[in-house]
């Protein structure tokens, strides 16, 4: 099942004079097991939009839906919050905060205890998770304050994808690690969706978003500017210098090559090597 | 996490507001020894009551301080000066005042009803002049007042400096420490934490799941904080000097000169047992 | 006159008793340089930064700054001509504005009450945070907050500017923004020092020299278009090079034989 917003508006401290309007009128489907990327400023609502899909804002008014679960303004108490939050995860900015626990292994079984598993299914799971992200088990018994940067990541990644969520939202998952761990991390999402994970992706990095995206959402000032296919978004020039986003230096090479004769089609370029993939098809060096 | 509406700064130019924060300070005790006054008779407390009252009002609205904030904060005092009556009923008062005759051997005195009503006057004026003070002064500025105040206490070798220091970080950090709080809970609540509901020891867990990583990362902050704060030259035995500098201006003495006219006056008025309802009824007979 | 800011001679450093992160490290710096030192996370990176301000104190060997030997008693006197920008731009802002916390640094040095003012408004116009002057860091975003920090380094008016990854938790946007201050910096004052460590390839691009560390060891130490031909050895310690000098790579391996390194450069190339 997709997520779907309609007519949805997130209104922040609502009635007061810091009264702020995050999301206007959203109208969105998000496609089941897309690689969905978020883009937009800062402040121009992504994270009030992901966190409206698993019922940590309650819209102001319109509905999501998410697996069939409606989400709207009239539910005070969602009854059936819990089974939503089972099937949606949600990883936060620098989610390596919310490590607690005295083990790494407690610590991502920690989310199916919440939701009424049993511990040894629990550490089962947790075991199943740790190992899809690649963390050894000889950290399994270490403390996760003992780790480094990267594998604290890993662990609170692994916390969340626990319990299979149908649904991996990631607010920007990438933020702070280097270049090769940032490769790692991005595998390992694009090895979750293979799994039939639908991933939502927030970020700031447009090389990750043509490379690994199905779809791209762009948000400004709370609004909906744009749902498409990746590098739709670059083809129009006019249209895509006024939403201020950073080209990826693959497809601004593409587009100057193709001003000089060239005749790629951007809809092929996702990296470097398919980028040479498409110059080497081109006539001249057939 | 926002509802916290008392000891709020408000941004205006307002005469209260450009006064001198250290002569805030002390207007403001000054005022609240004014409220705590006795006068020679109930309908004299009541009078000068309501003198203060119209004088702490017109300085709420010459401050952009709003009355209607004001009593919605009593909201939460309403309990407690009902249980301040229901003890002051049930406590022998004084016979001379008054009673009523409920049954046999219960009298309710006047004295409960005026003792009520002074201890609910004076919180309302309290409450007032201190959401003055909070809502017209930053609180980096009291910081700085305080630090003034302590100042004897050097001489102690109590680190009046430091204590400052800290209590202004504090208060520096107070908002994002707020923040981290609310994403915290959040990222819990995605793992199937609920902070509202279940049993005690689930709430427990609940807690911790809280309670550690935010230790965790105020520890953190705390850390990168001292670094900062180091290699920008900050050494707590060194002399510095001050960018924020209180200046005693005119308007300070002027309504200082106001504020002490009044306690003199209200003084007077005690030491010389003057009552002005006694008084009007005399020139009358 | 000393032309070296910064020498390292052969120092050992780990932060506990049986942690070794630099055994054996030297490397100095010229005045009015701008050196990137590049490395991935946990390489030892940060933990130089910290050395050379003197927020730890090295087991072995000598850092000499501006030709004096940093000790416990001058540190005081050289901090004063280092400034560092550290990374999280939330944990660095000490005051309760910008204003205050441009001055923070002004009150240590024991700047006059009276000048402080107009230093305050010449370094917030120099990181254009002029009209922010009573914002408090909540109301700005990540990339104002590093301005701001960066102002309140330079109102102490350093000689060696450090920025240890300032601009890793920072949008695009943010990251642009530091990027052209650092240059705008650079030719206002062709005596200022920088030393950036960093993430950012294309920032390292533009450095004068590029300095790569791998577990506390330099293993590169160049310009960087010596630096970032050297493609083998960058992948042996898990760094990225370039776009234009990855593409350069992918098309000679591809059989298409380019010689340029620039965007432009393979532009022509390409078309010819």
Redesign the interface.
């Known amino acids: 099942m997709p997520v779907v917003f309609s007519h949805l508006n997130y209104i922040y401290s609502i009635k007061t004079p810091m009264e702020f309007s995050a999301l206007k009128d959203i109208n969105l489907q998000i496609e089941d097991n897309s690689f969905t990327m978020i883009v937009g400023h800062t402040g121009s609502g992504k994270s009030t939009l992901v966190q409206q899909i698993n019922a940590l804002l309650i819209p102001t008014s319109g509905i999501v839906d998410v697996n069939g679960i409606v989400v709207d303004c009239n539910v005070k108490k969602l009854k059936n919050i819990k089974e939503l939050r089972k099937g949606v995860g949600l990883v936060f900015q620098f989610p390596e905060y919310q490590l607690f626990e005295e083990t790494v292994l407690k610590d991502v079984s920690f989310g199916p205890k919440n939701f009424g598993v049993d511990n040894k299914k629990a550490t089962e799971l947790a075991k199943e998770a740790l190992n899809l992200v690649g963390i050894d088990e000889s950290l399994f018994d270490k403390s996760p304050f003992e780790l480094s940067g990267g594998q604290k990541r890993r662990v609170a990644i692994a916390g969340v994808i626990t319990l299979k969520p149908k649904v991996l939202i990631l607010d920007e998952p990438t933020a702070g690690l280097d270049p090769q761990g940032s490769r790692e991390m991005m595998k390992l999402f694009t090895k979750i969706k293979e799994q039939g994970t639908t991933i939502i992706m927030i970020t700031h990095d447009m090389d990750n978003v043509i490379r690994y995206g199905t779809d791209v959402v762009v948000l400004a000032k709370g609004e909906l500017i744009k749902k498409c296919r990746p590098y739709e978004l670059f083809l129009d020039q006019d249209s895509f210098n006024s939403l201020s986003i950073d080209e990826p230096l693959v497809i601004k090479m593409a587009k100057r090559l193709n001003q000089n004769g060239y005749h790629i089609s951007l809809e092929n370029v996702i990296d470097i090597d398919s980028l040479v993939q498409e110059i080497k098809k081109e006539k001249r060096y057939e | 996490m926002?509802n916290i509406t008392l000891g709020k700064y408000v941004p205006y130019n307002s005469f209260v507001h450009r006064l001198d924060p250290r002569y805030k300070i002390f207007a403001m005790i000054l005022l609240m020894v004014c409220i705590f006054l006795k006068f020679a008779s109930i309908w004299m407390n009541f009078i000068i009551y309501g003198v203060l009252a119209i004088i702490i009002f017109s300085i709420m609205i010459s401050s952009h301080v709003k009355i209607l904030a004001l009593f919605k904060q009593l909201k939460m005092m309403w309990f407690m000066i009902l249980f301040i009556l229901v003890i002051n009923v049930l406590v022998p008062g004084d016979e001379s005042l008054g009673y009523f005759q409920i049954t046999s051997n219960w009298k309710i005195y006047f004295s409960a009803i005026y003792n009520t009503l002074y201890v609910a006057i004076r919180l309302v004026l309290m409450l007032g002049l201190s959401m003055v003070l909070t809502a017209t002064t930053?609180?980096?500025q009291l910081t700085g007042a305080l630090e003034w105040y302590m100042y004897p206490l050097k001489f102690i070798r109590f680190p009046v400096h430091e204590v400052a220091m800290m209590i202004?970080?504090a208060?520096?950090f107070i908002?994002?420490i707020l923040?981290?709080t609310d994403?915290?809970m959040?990222?819990?609540?995605?793992?199937?934490?609920?902070f509202q509901r279940g049993k005690l020891k689930e709430k427990l867990r609940a807690i911790?799941?809280l309670i550690?990583?935010l230790f965790?990362?105020a520890f953190?902050?705390s850390d990168?904080?001292a670094?900062?704060?180091?290699?920008?030259?900050?050494?707590p035995q060194?002399?510095?000097?001050?960018?924020?500098?209180n200046k005693w201006h005119l308007r300070d003495s002027f309504s200082m000169f106001f504020i002490l006219l009044i306690l003199g006056g209200l003084i007077t008025l005690i030491v010389t047992k003057f009552d002005l309802v006694a008084w009007i009824m005399s020139i009358c007979a | 006159m000393e032309n070296k800011a910064i020498e390292i001679s052969e120092i050992e450093f780990g932060y506990y008793k049986d942690q070794t992160i630099f055994s054996n490290l030297s490397l100095d710096v010229n005045v009015g340089e701008y050196v990137c030192v590049i490395g991935h996370n946990g390489s030892g990176k940060s933990t130089l930064a910290k050395l050379l301000v003197g927020l730890n104190e090295v087991r072995k060997g000598e850092i000499k700054i501006f030709g004096q030997v940093l000790n416990e008693e001058n540190i005081y006197s050289l901090r004063k001509k280092i400034g560092i920008v550290f990374q999280n731009p939330d944990n660095q802002f000490i005051g309760s504005t910008v204003r205050d916390d441009i001055a923070f640094g002004l009150e240590n040095a024991c700047v006059k009450h009276e000048d402080m003012e107009e230093i305050i408004h010449e370094y917030a116009k120099k990181v254009n945070m002029e009209e922010f002057l009573d914002k408090e860091p909540g109301n700005l975003s990540g990339g104002q907050k590093q301005r701001v920090a960066i102002a309140g380094t330079l109102a102490m008016n350093p000689s060696l500017l450090i920025m240890d990854e300032s601009t890793s938790m920072l949008d695009p946007k943010g990251k642009r923004e530091i990027r052209e201050l650092t240059n705008m910096l650079r030719q206002e004052n062709k005596k200022l020092t920088i030393i950036s460590i960093t993430h950012d390839i294309d920032e390292a691009l533009q450095a004068d020299r590029v300095i790569v560390i791998n577990q506390g060891e330099v293993v590169l130490n160049d310009k960087p278009e010596v630096v970032f031909k050297n493609e083998e050895k960058l992948k042996e310690v898990k760094l990225d090079i370039p776009f234009s000098y990855k593409l350069n790579q992918v098309l000679n391996k591809n059989n298409i034989k380019v010689d340029s390194v620039d965007f432009e450069g393979l532009v022509k190339e390409l078309c010819q």
Do not use: C, H
């Open positions: 926002n930053t609180p980096l202004s970080l208060l520096r908002p994002t923040e981290e994403r915290i959040k990222a819990q609540a995605s793992r199937g934490v609920d911790i799941s550690i990583p965790v990362s953190q902050r990168d904080l670094n900062a704060m180091e290699a920008r030259g900050y050494n060194a002399k510095r000097t001050r960018y924020r500098v």
